[in-house]
């Protein structure tokens, strides 16, 4: 008889190691925004529920306290009917567990921070040959709150974190996202962007837009332009850097405008709330990568011409893909003399000065 609750508290004992381990890789005002993800899980929580700050403060309290008792400690196996897995062998855990109903995930993350999940399965399809997997209510998690991503030719979905994900998205959107969302909005026939109206909608969207994080990832797995041996590489080697930021990014934007990617996709079936979404949530690099996209999509809320999004969205895959090459060349350079040094100095003269991110 499989004990579903003594696996999910294995796996969060895992979580918790990861999260004692990294909770230093955020800032302060980031870090306290993945406890409160953490904390509305754990509670039960709809996305827009807020605790109050005295009983928020005491529960951090807690887990850091926690956390610190975690100092040092590895990972533990995962002991599933008298067998013990590594935590990382998702492949032998899953053909242990599947038949129940239940998946789990794990993997590395930014700046190489482990992460684990257990979730119960809701369905199972396929696209492009590669299985996708639509999880359900998560039995254990760690910080992050992930949609979606690929594992092992795998595609995740992972429904419950989708949706807090959306709902922070929206909660947290920079003035220079809010046209573009509250075009998404009425494009889901959401008049206004009020927190009742919000909260009528959100699980609707929220199962709507996962089409998008499907494509996405199928973007990803399809990708033969970034060499994975050299990007594995970078992200190694650089982690926690803006190299590692950087490579992370141009892969995204490489994932999204490729022919089997999620903008592609959206152009194709003319999902105009999905575009007008993708738009609200560029930030950061993604945004200074892709900046056709921004000014294409002010000329299409007016003229609905989707020839326009698909010559930005092929600008951005030609952006993307000049990036990768040059991100290869000078690392595959690096490797013959040996001098990651170098490398390190040449991407930052060549590629991240000029996007002001460093200096030179």
């Known amino acids: 008889m499989l004990e579903v609750n003594n696996i ?6 895992n979580c918790s190691i990861s999260d004692a381990r990294h909770a230093g890789l955020y800032s302060v005002c980031g870090l ?3 406890l409160r993800d953490l904390y509305k899980w754990e509670k039960g929580l709809y996305p827009w529920q807020e605790e109050e700050s005295s009983v928020m403060l ?10 610190e008792s975690l100092s040092g400690k590895d990972f533990s196996d995962i002991e599933i009917l008298g067998r013990n897995y590594d935590p990382f062998d998702v492949e032998g855990i899953n053909k242990a ?6 998946f789990y995930g794990a993997g590395y993350v930014h700046s190489l921070k482990p992460s684990f999940f257990l979730a119960f399965l809701d369905q199972k399809t396929d696209i492009e040959g590669y299985p996708v997997y639509y999880l359900g209510r998560e039995l254990a998690r760690d910080l992050l709150t992930v949609p979606a991503f690929s594992q092992d030719g795998c595609i995740l979905i992972r429904k419950e974190s989708a949706e807090l994900y959306l709902w922070n998205q929206m909660f947290f959107i920079k003035k220079s996202g809010k046209q573009a969302l509250g075009f998404a909005l ?10 009742d ?3 009528q909608n959100l699980a609707k969207i929220s199962a709507a837009e996962l089409e998008g994080y499907v494509y ?7 990708d033969r332009v970034f060499n994975r041996r050299i990007w594995r590489a970078l992200v190694t080697k650089f982690a926690h850097t803006p190299i590692e930021l950087l490579a992370r990014s141009v892969k995204d934007l490489l994932a999204d405008t490729n022919d089997y990617g999620k903008l592609k996709h959206i152009a194709r079936e003319r999902r105009e709330g999905s575009l007008a979404f993708h738009v609200a949530f560029l930030d950061g690099l993604r945004k200074e990568l892709f900046p056709e996209l921004i000014v294409a999509f002010q000329e299409f809320s007016g003229t609905r011409d989707w020839q326009v999004i698909e010559n930005a969205v092929q600008t951005g895959f030609d952006t993307a893909r000049n990036l990768a090459q040059v991100l290869s060349g000078i690392y595959l ?18 590629l991240l000065a000029p996007l002001g991110i460093v200096k030179v």
């Not at 996405?216 to 399809?222: A, D, P």
């Not at 350079?333 to 060549?350: N, Q, S």
């Open 32 to 34: 306290a925004l993945r």
């Open 58 to 67: 005491e529960w951090i309290g807690e887990k850091e306290e926690k956390w």
């Open 197 to 199: 109206m919000l909260h």
């Open 8 to 13: 999910a508290s294995q796996v969060l004992l």
């Open 186 to 195: 009425k494009s889901y026939g959401v008049s206004d962007g009020s927190p």
């Open 333 to 350: 350079e690096g490797e013959k003399r040996d001098d990651m040094k170098w490398v390190e100095y040449e991407i930052e003269k060549e």
């Open 97 to 102: 567990i599947e038949v129940y109903g239940i």
């Open 216 to 222: 996405h990832e199928l973007g990803e797995i399809k």
